[in-house]
Nanobody
Framework: QVQLVESGGGLVQAGGSLRLSCAAS????????MAWFRQAPGKEREFVGA????????NYADSVKGRFTISRDNAKNTVYLQMNSLKPEDTAVYYC????????????WGQGTQVTVSS
């Protein structure tokens, strides 16, 4: 059974940094794409960025490009989202998600972690 557990959220001032973690378990993720999504109050969930576990290629939403970085630790089966130069509009619940590389739908989700950026 796949399980994704996020941690690392919190309250930070604008311009600050946070690192979110997503601990993955239940299978080998080498053929998976790991992603981060976020959902702000009253808004739809939006894509933040993704990484192919094998090879480590990444892509990001334009709104976070240059500020956010996804990385992984193979030994810990953990994916990270390093968020720098945070803005109040980054405030949201952040979710980790996973899908097999050939699939188009993310079918595994974590419970989410709240990130609040104060101005």
């Amino acid at each position: 059974q796949v399980q994704l557990v996020e941690s690392g959220g919190g309250l930070v001032q604008a311009g600050g940094s946070l690192r979110l973690s997503c601990a993955a378990s239940g299978r080998t993720f080498s053929n998976y794409v790991m992603a981060w999504f976020r959902q702000a109050p009253g808004k739809e969930r939006e894509f933040v960025g993704a990484m192919r576990w094998s090879g480590g290629s990444t892509n990001y939403a334009d709104s976070v490009k240059g500020r956010f970085t996804i990385s992984r630790d193979n030994a810990k089966n953990t994916v990270y989202l390093q968020m720098n130069s945070l803005k109040p509009e980054d405030t949201a619940v952040y979710y980790c998600a996973a899908r097999m590389g050939l699939m188009s739908t993310y079918n595994y989700w974590g419970q989410g972690t709240q990130v609040t950026v104060s101005s």
